[in-house]
């Protein structure tokens, strides 16, 4: 039998572990094989190429909505790059679009040169009701306005470059009826990620659920989110401004604003190895 790809092996992972019907959270155990197989993933694994400069690069804007088309089989990129239920998450403004006018380039390969991308870029891997994963492509500055997972787990991979992170958590969570408002506590304060780097997680109520990042090099990091975002499921994407207190060091007031009109998030086809989505025995 042929050898599954990392990305499949991650892919039937987060399909035992996360699929429907399962309450509560991973046990350690299961923690510990999702990070160890994250940990292990490389760019060329999600379809991206970390060399730097474009040597034999071949403009990517031509043909693409044939080419590495969504993992699913569906080959819909109307709604690559993020939730198409409107949710208002960094993911959903990466509109296919954008996507032909990014001015990515690829490899003799195929492969994507990450360090080539010029804008925030989503590239969609496989999304279902209980778990999406998904590559953000950084170039040097970019950043990811300060935002929360409601109700929702992300174990994150830096894939190459480096990045900085700052992350809260609610003191006392606020009313989810009215816009957000609260203290919360400094989880990270400008903290340092980098392809070395282990998999992190954050928690529902943990970990840093809220968070910024900002690229201090080209960078990409792989994402795992469950559930996905879902207007529908009570699980929008919230923004929020940090604003300190001077007499209580270590925490923070947040409060919910509107998405940065700024937030532009272009989409890119995948174009690593193929997912088989039919259930298999990952162990």
């Known amino acids: ?148 997972h409601p109700r929702m787990m992300v174990l994150t991979k830096v894939l190459y470059g480096s990045l900085s992170l700052r992350s809260y958590d609610w003191v006392t969570t606020p009313d989810s009826n009215s816009k957000r408002s609260g203290i919360a506590k400094i989880v990270a304060d400008d903290y340092i990620l980098q392809a070395s780097s282990k998999a992190s997680v954050l928690f529902p109520k943990s970990g840093g659920n809220i968070h910024s990042l900002t690229a201090l090099t080209p960078c990409a990091i792989l994402d795992v989110l469950t559930p996905p975002y879902s207007e529908e499921q009570g699980r929008p994407s919230n923004y929020y401004l940090d604003i300190p207190i001077p007499s209580l060091p270590g925490f923070v007031i947040l409060e919910e604003t509107e998405m940065p009109d700024d937030l532009h998030v272009a989409g890119a086809p995948y174009v690593g190895p193929e997912l088989i989505l039919d259930d298999l025995d990952p162990y």
């Not at 999702?34 to 993933?41: H, K, S």
């Not at 380039?105 to 778990?131: P, V, W």
């Open 1 to 148: 039998m042929e050898e599954r790809s990392k990305v499949q092996r991650l892919y039937d992972a987060c399909d035992a572990v996360f699929s429907s019907g399962r309450e509560g959270l991973p046990s350690l155990r299961q923690l510990k094989w999702l990070q160890a197989i994250l940990d292990a993933m490389e760019p060329a694994d999600v379809g991206i190429d970390e060399s730097p400069g474009d040597a034999g690069a071949n403009d990517g804007s031509a043909d693409e909505s044939t080419e590495g088309g969504s993992s699913d089989g569906s080959g819909d990129e109307s709604t690559e790059g993020g939730s198409s239920d409107g949710s208002g998450d960094e993911r959903s403004q990466a509109s296919s679009q954008e996507s032909m006018q990014s001015g990515r380039k690829r490899n003799s390969n195929g492969l994507i040169l990450g360090r080539a991308i010029k804008e925030l870029t989503y590239i969609h891997i496989h999304e279902c009701d209980d778990f999406s994963i998904g590559v953000f492509c950084f170039p040097a500055g970019a950043r990811l306005p300060l935002h929360d």
